[in-house]
């Protein structure tokens, strides 16, 4: 496919699409309680989008049957809401999208139910902070790797290992474009970063290993080890400056 420069009037549409990604995040973090079903969010996610004149961009995308991913404690991505009732202090993961004018906007945050421990309350906070420092690195005339990097260099200093089998992408009129941008990586490394670049930075940061596993769904990713999981995930376009995050 190649990377794909977009134009100002794409990257204004773009704009629009990341307004309404954070609008229903906003809502649906709001929304989470300890009592409540997984599937209540979704029921919320695609009827705040529709109302919003977009449509959530990841139901039937690849089959998956839902409108947001929900993931809870050792859950990374992908999560499939359902029956599930979250608990007291279960921290869930909302990764979401929409599709607005034919432009793609994806998010995704880490949010508690009721009151949670200091530990996930510290995991949160560092997956935040990790995604603050790919969005800083991310300057027209850096490399890729410089974002990488930076993510892991974040995560680490904190004492979390970065999930490597999934990475955040570049995004437009598709989902998933080029290139592929994983939360670890080398200063210096990989395609230089261009004003009208536009991607999806997403660190998904485990307490313990970083190794992996799905589930029998084909869908729902957790840690190999049983420990913690969160995710932040925001829509950037490269700029002159710094980088512009589209679904703040």
Not at 18 to 25: C, M, P, S, W, Y
Not at 29 to 36: D, E, L, T
Not at 175 to 185: A, Q, S, Y
Request: hydrophobic share 40%; net charge negative.
């Amino acid at each position: 496919m190649g990377i794909i420069i977009k134009t100002d009037a794409e990257i204004a549409i773009m704009r629009q699409a990341g307004r309404i990604t954070a609008e229903v995040l906003e809502i649906l973090v709001k929304a989470i309680r300890p009592g409540m079903e997984t599937k209540e969010l979704d029921i919320i996610a695609e009827r705040e989008t529709r109302k919003r004149g977009a449509v959530p961009s990841f139901k039937g995308y690849r089959g998956y049957p839902a409108s947001v991913c929900v993931s809870v404690n050792d859950e990374i991505v992908h999560g499939i809401p359902g029956r599930r009732v979250l608990r007291e202090g279960d921290i869930v993961s909302l990764d979401f999208g929409v599709i607005y004018k034919g432009y793609q906007g994806d998010a995704a945050v880490t949010a508690g139910a009721g009151d949670i421990s200091p530990e996930a309350k510290r995991l949160i906070e560092a997956t935040r902070g990790a995604l603050e420092a790919g969005i800083n690195a991310a300057r027209a005339g850096n490399r890729l790797g410089d974002i990488s990097a930076a993510i892991q260099a974040y995560a680490e200093t904190k004492g979390y290992s970065v999930v490597r089998e999934y990475t955040g992408h570049g995004i437009g009129r598709e989902m998933h474009e080029d290139p592929l941008v994983p939360n670890f990586g080398v200063p210096g490394t990989g395609p230089e970063l261009k004003k009208g670049m536009t991607l999806a930075l997403e660190p998904m940061l485990n307490m313990g290993d970083w190794r992996t596993k799905t589930d029998e769904d084909r869908w729902t990713v957790r840690t190999a080890d049983g420990s913690l999981s969160a995710h932040f995930e925001h829509t950037i376009a490269i700029t002159d400056g710094a980088a512009e995050v589209l679904t703040r």
